[in-house]
């Protein structure tokens, strides 16, 4: 018979079924390999184990039988989700033959009657289960408890517990994930229905009269919701620059041959925020655009309808959002032999008004988040990632066989930020965070500054297009919409800090006002802006008499980070001239801190240290190179790593004491 649920016996068997499931050429490492017997026991009593933690995290005074049968749970989820990992159909989307994807696409009806398909989806329904709230699970007060008690703390604690969930829970979300791909059909339909039946309840709750338990117990089940749609839909991979669609998720959708026009119409008008939530769910509308569409209409309904939503559930649909946009979003056909027509019209760089939609979307969103909740950290600076996944170039790695053999191959560069750039409002974004208009202002200066990175990214974009021959030079349409979109973005901040460097920083507003825009300014990484126009900046502001006075604490970290971004943006080889006045620059900011009164302290001298490390990991040509053996355009010599490295350090010494 089973061990009990809750006794010891349970951790024992937990622990002898991962060893055997996670021992390499042990009786139960594949799938294959495991006895149908053992598979639906360790089934049936991971199901157990995950309604028993759930309990015990309810009861009072159980927190030792909480933490055992938890501990239990978590080794029965890791050990199937590292069988389903290991088995090479669960792989990444192989683009081999058409007859091989076919026969892969065959096989995912096949797999729903074998003993895998059905012990998948019962473990993903039971995890699920485990935690939503009632009726559809079985999650007890004491998350909302832990939660509180966390929030309650002091900022330290909360630093030091709340990482994030998707760090917290990386295992269950990863075993979520595993389980759905390989239940796709069951997995794609029921999280899209949840998600819909959760933002219709969120809205609901967003009224006065609605209480806090019910607000957090909505907010909470679309948090994990949207975490695990998140690990369904990607696949873990370690090469975050080869994103693809899981060949699961891909087979199904060949095998569905749902109704690619009823499938885009659903997508574009949940991005419109015109679907009604649970209309598109029927088998003629793809099941993975059904999910994606259930995602964009709960971002539509909490951002324009609810006055006061969850800023976690905000953020994490910013972060799937991210997700979408590198492995979905301008996806590139010519990487795959054979792709599914609902994918191909919804994501493909030939799908016109569909991709379009997604797009404008996207950039939408990122609007109303920073322009709405600029206070809430971790949603400006989840936004501001998503700008930066709209619009950064991409290089695959293809897959090519039955062997899986990595290919890198290039995909057409820039087309989905080329896209971006064109939409009127990703240009209106864009020349708010150059003027930094309030309440931009309240924005955290890491999220400014990966949002001007996104802004420069999209710029490379224009320029990409207005290089393109034509028939009678380069498009002077092109050229002058580049023109014009540098000056109203990067141009204004420059000219802003310009202003404020020139003013001498005669109070405390000018100071703070001048340390946001070089803190924005930090995400230029570009050499030519680099080099052109903030390290002139970044000089001036390092010579302001007010800092060296002691007279503006606020200018010191940001002038450190715009300094540390020039080293960065100056990609070898740098010339001397460039590097001297880098390293000129961070002389002057260690003097400033090595003479403060009273001494400097720890954050400031951390921040010098990182400048230091940004300096000495700059490969400036070969470290033992002359300087005559690499000469510049115009025959500038070009400076040493030798000499990079030797004054950056010399530099510090202002720092040490007497």
Known sequence: GLPAAGGPELTGFANVFANLCQHSGGCCSSLDRLPAALASQAAELTVRALEAAASASSASGAADASAGVSEAADSLLDAWAHLFAADSSGGPFDSGSAADLASAASSTEASAASTVGPIAQTLFAALMRSRLAPPDGFRGLAAMQQRQAIEADDDESVHELEETDQVRFASALAAAGEFARRAPAFALSALAEALDRRAELLAGVQQPAASAAAVWSASEDAHWLLLVVGHVIVEPDAEEAAPFVPR???????????????????????????????????????????????????????????????????????????????????????????????????????????????????????????ARWPGEPELANEAAKLMCALTERRDCIKYCGSSGTRVRRTSKLNFLSSLVASLPSWWQLAQDIGALTPPLTQAPPAALSTAVRAVVQAGRALSTAADQPAKNGRHSDAVERERTYWGVTVGRLQLRAGELISSGLPDSSTEAALALALDALAGCRDAAIAESSLLPLAEAAANLPALAANAAPMLLGPLVRLTAACVTAAAAPASVQTSRRLQAVANQLCRIVGQRTPPADASELGQLVGLLHSMLSQSLLDFWSEPEEHLLGGGETASTGAETAAAAVSGFADLLPA
């Open 248 to 370: 699961s998720l891909m087979s199904e959708s060949l095998a569905q041959s749902a109704n690619v026009a009823e499938s885009v119409r659903a997508l574009c008008e949940a991005c419109q925020g015109q679907g009604r939530a649970g209309g598109g769910h029927s088998q003629q509308v793809d099941r993975l655009l059904q999910l994606v569409a259930a995602v964009m209409r709960m971002a539509c309904l909490l951002a324009r309808t609810a006055p006061e939503p969850s800023p976690l559930v905000l953020t994490d649909i910013a972060w799937l959002l991210s997700r979408l946009s590198r492995v979905y979003f301008g996806l590139d056909e010519t990487l795959y032999d054979t792709i599914s027509p609902a994918i191909l019209a919804a994501f493909g760089q030939d799908s016109g008004e569909s991709l379009r939609c997604c797009a404008q979307f996207a950039v939408d969103y990122c609007r109303v988040c920073l």
